[in-house]
């Protein structure tokens, strides 16, 4: 969330995106009354299964719980 504004920030997302991978999180995944801030970093470089990510809502704490879902692809084997 501080791309732009933080150096260092800046090199470990390019140093990523450099890797082919994607952030799954983009939201915040911490929220106080005085700041937000994203926490959770989930990366992936799949390009062959449909991933569905997101973020759970829950007032238990000031953060909150995410989750990725990979959709593999069938797989026949024999046991």
């Given at each position: ?69 990979v959709k593999a ?7």
């Amino acid at each position: 969330m501080k791309y732009s504004r933080d150096n260092t920030v800046t090199e470990y997302v390019d140093v990523l995106y450099s890797l082919s991978c994607k952030a799954l999180i983009n939201k915040p995944t911490r929220i106080t009354e005085q700041s937000s801030t994203l926490i959770d970093h989930i990366y992936t470089n799949n390009t062959k299964h449909a991933i569905v990510s997101g973020i759970s809502i829950f007032d238990l704490s000031d953060h909150m719980p995410t989750f990725s879902i990979v959709k593999a692809a069938d797989i026949n084997t024999t046991f």
